[in-house]
């Protein structure tokens, strides 16, 4: 299997995060990547290709363009404002204020197109989130060539961003725009499975009106867990998007055998669904030893995962999302792609 990767997600660092009332030294660190990196080389998954450049054009077509044209600007503005620390939020236009009214301050603007504090930048966080999208478009043209997988191992992650908002560590959505780039290329159909511990929110979030692209989510129940305001099991999309968007939530201390019930259900949807390609948002949170997350599997349960989506038969991309227990992350994402391997 090959793997994309390029060393500008490293850029991306030094960053704080909001948790418990505390700013704190980011979950979401460079060393993630080069801990997964270290692993494909150690287990010989096969050769590691640098991205292609690829104009923003697909990523235009799941999220709004002024969001698009907007994050290159960021860290630009952030300075011309003079403002000390990484750019972050603090104010967001909830119910009841106007969220049709765009500010032209840049920390107001964060706000406008984020729905928390968790995705900030730093001077090479443009750099980054591009070079991540490459990487994905880059795996995506792989498995389009006729290779039977790939992994596109992004960073930074992007499940939690949506058409027109960021968040949850996420800027460009890579999963969906993907998918979007396939269809666009000529598949009939496509699915997402997200098996990240978070509700992959802004997956859900663009695509939940289409029935072209199935979009199937195994995850921390919202009523309890990030990203909170979606990932119920009675969202299942509207107008012609109705039965094409399925939630697995489940509760805190998930293990094995309960969450592969969920794995086993949306694979058989996924396999009534009948798509030419299957994108998996692969998040290893879901590992007993997360530091930020509840689940309950072991290492030993990686493999598994990827055998069950082999036994799908499908072509596969492998897209890296979340995962924060930097010395088994390897392990975690590895096995997950030797076991779909054999
Ligand atoms: N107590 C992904 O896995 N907040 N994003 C966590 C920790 C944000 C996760 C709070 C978690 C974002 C891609
Ligand atoms: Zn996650």
Redesign the pocket.
Known sequence: MKTVFSPLHAGHGGQM?L??GEIVPG??KPSRAEFIRARVESEKLGPILAPKEHALDAAKRVHRADYIDFLPTVWPLWQEAGYPGSAMPFTWPTRGLRADVRPTRIDALMGYYSF?A?ATFVKGTWDAIKSSYDVGLTAAEIVKAGERTAFALCR?????AGAAFM????FINNAAVVAQWYRDQGAARVAILDV???HGNGTQEIFYERDDVLVLNLHGDPNTE??FFLGHADERGVGRGEGFNHNYPMPAGTPWTKWSEALEDACNKLTAYGPDVVVVSL?V?TFEKD???QFKLKSEDYPRIGERIARLGLPTLFVM????AVEEIGVNAVGVLTGFEG
Do not use: L, M, Q, T
């Not at 968040?167 to 996420?170: A, E, T």
């Not at 999302?321 to 924060?324: D, L, S, T, V």
């Open positions: 995060e948790v418990a979950f979401e928390d968790g930074p992650p992007g499940h939690h968040g949850g560590y996420c990240d511990y978070h990030y990203p998040g949170d530091p930020i997350s999302e979340g995962g924060y």
